[in-house]
């Protein structure tokens, strides 16, 4: 097999999600990543599942959010607010190729690791750092997880929901997944750069633009027109053949009929109303949505008649664009994503056979694979160590002085 970035050092400082579930795509096919870890606690994702998450999960006894994040790695435990601990990971910077951090500011100089620091040692390292909110401004040192940085702070949450209900609360690591694949996609084009230039550079992302970027046709919008986005309800919707329908048996449809024209005659066919097609209140897209409120309602009342079932078979006959509202649970038995390899089957050496989520990223002939469960805490500290030349003494010493 062709793992494609065998012998790529991938250097990784921090938790939470974001950050690490770069070095996890990169392990996918053949990186070698060094995830840094505190020594004794270890990172709070190790443990978030035996709590609930707070109640936003159930605890079992497959760890699989340490899954998901960390495996493909190794881990090393070091005490970055030690000098001994900093020249560890120096040592590491010095041979390696990628150092992923979300360190803010004030720590990367508080831990010797900066940006200039790093580059001194090694001209070629490519430095990808993640912040909640971007380098610079006012808030450059303000600590910041998806569900404010990227949920709430860029005019998403504000944008999902009806305005006579509360905004929903993220759900866990959602913006820090979408922000993950960009600053893949920054430190797979700084590594590119170098092939050619033979120089290192810096990558920045942050929660916070990565989400107004999602948000662009919002966003751009704000910026040329000076004027708030517009939040339609459902029960208006401008576009009643792009909205939400409950059925009979209390399921959801979503019709995404976004070129509505074009669809109009079939929708009209599919729900045995065959002369909405050229009544004049509804027969031209202008005409649908200066009706919206009638038209929504008559479709609702319409759906409300058939259950979930007898939808499938009417919407896929009738050749119309709609989905299902899943549940997470009826996702992972989806035809359509098990064909896809949504989802890979593993062995794991602890918990035996498991399902995880495959790298959503296919390369055709350097194919991603899940290569090593995620480490235990310090699993490979020794190793590691004896690579960059500490001899046994010196690592028992940094072990009774709680370096490593």
Not at 51 to 75: C, F, L, Q, T
Not at 269 to 283: C, G, L, T
Not at 308 to 324: A, R, T
């Amino acid at each position: 097999m062709n793992r494609g970035l065998e012998g790529i050092r991938v250097i990784e400082v921090g938790g939470a999600f974001a950050m690490p579930l770069v070095g996890m795509l990169m392990g996918s096919w053949g990186a070698e990543v060094i995830h840094i870890e505190p020594p004794k606690r270890g990172d709070l994702q190790r443990y978030l599942l035996a709590g609930g998450m707070a109640g936003w999960a159930r605890p079992h006894h497959v760890n699989y959010i340490w899954e998901h994040v960390d495996r493909n790695k190794k881990s090393l435990t070091v005490n970055l607010g030690s000098e001994e601990g900093q020249k560890i990971i120096h040592d590491l910077v010095a041979g390696g190729d990628v150092f992923l951090n979300n360190l803010r500011p004030y720590e990367m100089e508080k831990f010797n690791l900066g940006y200039q620091t790093l580059q001194a040692v090694n001209p070629r390292i490519i430095y990808a750092n993640l912040t909640g909110y971007g380098l610079r401004g006012p808030d450059k040192n303000v600590g910041g997880y998806d569900s404010v940085a990227f949920w709430a702070r860029s005019g998403v949450m504000d944008l999902m929901h009806e305005a006579d209900i509360a905004p929903n609360i993220s759900r866990p690591a959602y913006g820090d997944s979408i922000t993950s694949q960009s600053l893949l996609a920054g430190v797979m084009a700084a590594l590119f750069i170098r092939e050619r230039s033979g120089v290192g550079q810096e990558v920045e992302v942050s929660l916070f633009q990565t989400a107004t970027f999602a948000l662009g046709t919002d966003i751009s919008g704000c910026l040329i027109s000076g004027e708030d986005s517009v939040r339609p309800s459902r029960r208006t919707m401008g576009n009643p053949i792009r909205n939400i329908y409950p059925t009979s048996d209390q399921r959801w449809i979503m019709l995404g009929m976004t070129n509505s024209q074009h669809y109009w005659p079939s929708f009209c066919q599919a729900v045995q109303q065959p002369h909405w097609e050229h009544n004049p209140r509804f027969a031209t897209q202008e005409a649908r949505a200066a009706n919206a409120a009638e038209l929504v309602k008559l479709i609702e009342e319409i759906f409300l008649t058939k259950a979930y079932g007898q939808w499938v078979d009417i919407l896929n006959s009738n050749k119309l664009i709609w989905s299902p509202v899943q549940t997470p649970l009826e996702v992972v038995t989806d035809e359509q994503a098990v064909a896809n390899d949504f989802f890979g089957e593993w062995d794991h050496p602890t918990y035996g056979p498991i399902k995880l989520l495959n790298n959503p990223i296919k390369l055709s002939k350097s194919p991603a694979e899940n290569r090593c469960k995620a480490p235990e805490l310090g699993e490979h500290t020794e190793q590691i160590l004896t690579e960059l030349g500490y001899s046994r003494r010196d690592i028992d010493q940094l072990r009774a002085d709680g370096i490593v």
